[in-house]
């Protein structure tokens, strides 16, 4: 190691408080050069000409552009259609064809619908608030309930306190417009696949 | 009134002690209690069938068809029977005109709407529905679940206490059962038998209770008086069975028809919790 390095790595040492003039290992402490990595000798660049790789890359898209004008030729440029969102296209065509005629409502008509509406909002805005009140208080005897069965019994208290993990999945069937009818056996319908293959 | 005001406050102060660790008030459990605990069972048999529409129900309804009939189209079925009208028409006055011979070979569909509406029409005689009012109303029978299918209905069971006929929930007394529910359970089941099916909802109780025993009972049952848990069950299947003479009768009510069996009061708890809605 020349000299001048060595100062220039004193120098650096210094600030750590390594500055000896003399040391066993081979080189100063605390400063670890790493090893040089062996290296694989640079490739030589191969000189590519820019007119070449123009006309290659141009090559390809004709060729694609090609398939494609194909492709189209044979699909048409018509997209597989989503027939949840197209519907049926004849009623969409004829949809002024297929307006039921009525006759323009009378201004009485008008007037006794808006009112109509006026009191419905009133009506549905009076169950809820009543449907609420009714359900806070059962809720607040419940809790009640609870109070004095803890009065009682602790021990009985903490279990009922518990949830009933039967109850979290919960079905119920509506009511229905008519009774179900008693031994009804339902009739094996037909499948048929309607949907198109494309 | 300021004497009355006094020692109800300090009743209350009395039994609520500051707990130390959290500042929150506790419910003391250390005061000996000598109530008597019991579970009754309230099953209930939810609606079957919809409720009858009130007026204005009625007339909101009858707005919204008309004006869902106004914003329709005609369906593909309409629109087929008014084609069919037009093509009689146009046959008619073909025949009208003498032109017999080509009116037979065009024209005739192999089936068409007004066919299939009576095949439709058909259908629909062959299955026979079931009636809104069932057989236990018109014969008024109180024993059936099956009555007033459009209401909700409560079990309630008579017993004979203390040489009087008394109509309750069934009900029975703590027995150191693990859970109050058990007791609710086993006490729903020697009264109405293993026939009736239900299912009692959580582990709380949905409702209390509480009267005092009379004066001369106390000593003897050593007894204030009896707090009774009420738990609500869904109704399954099946009836009550009184094969085991627990009970002397039971009925199926409703919630107005309560009141003329059980005490003012205990309607008046039944009431608010078990809800019509």
Known sequence: MSLGKISKVSRLCCSCGVTRQFHTNSKPLLFYATPNLSAEPMKRRKKVDLSKVIQSTQLKIRKMEREMRKREEKFGRTLKPVEEITGNIAIRRNRDKLRREFEPLPVEEIERRALLVKEWGHYKNQQHFTEEKALQKAINVQTKALNELRMESEELYQKAKQIHEGDIIYQFNGPTETPPADDFDSPDGQYIDTSRKW | ?277
Not at chain 2, 142 to 148: A, G, L, V
Not at chain 2, 160 to 172: A, F, R, T
């Open chain 2, 1 to 277: 009134m300021i004497r009355y005001v006094i020692p109800r406050l300090s009743k209350r102060i009395k039994s609520q002690k500051v707990c130390c660790f959290c500042a929150k008030t506790h419910v003391t459990t250390t005061q000996p209690t000598n109530w008597k605990i019991a579970a009754a069972v309230c099953v209930e048999r939810y609606p079957v069938i919809t409720q009858d529409l009130t007026d204005i129900e009625k007339r909101y309804q009858d707005m919204c068809s008309k004006i869902d009939v106004e914003n329709s189209l005609l369906s593909v079925h309409e629109e087929k029977i008014e084609s069919e009208k037009k093509k009689m028409k146009a046959k008619k006055e073909k025949e009208e005109k003498g032109d017999k011979e080509e009116q037979s070979s065009k024209d005739i569909s192999a089936v068409t709407a007004f066919d299939k509406e009576d095949h439709w029409e058909k259908e629909v005689k062959e299955y026979q529905i079931p009636s809104r009012i069932t057989e236990a109303d018109k014969k008024n029978d109180m024993k059936s679940p099956k009555r007033k299918l459009d209401r909700k209905l409560v079990l309630i069971v008579q017993e004979m206490i203390n040489g009087k006929e008394i109509w309750k929930l069934p009900d029975g007394y703590y027995n150191n059962e693990e859970t109050l529910k058990e007791t609710a359970e086993n006490a729903l089941q020697q009264r109405c038998g293993t026939t009736l099916k239900s299912n009692i909802f959580g582990n709380a109780p949905h409702g209390l209770f509480k009267y005092k025993l009379p004066l001369s009972v106390r000593e003897t049952e050593n007894a204030e008086g009896v707090k009774i848990f009420i738990y609500k069950a869904e109704f399954k299947d099946g009836n009550v069975d009184l094969k085991d003479k627990e009970i002397l009768d039971y009925k199926w009510v409703t919630l107005e028809e309560l009141s003329e069996y059980v005490t003012p009061q205990f309607e008046k708890t039944l009431k608010e919790f078990v809800l019509e809605f």
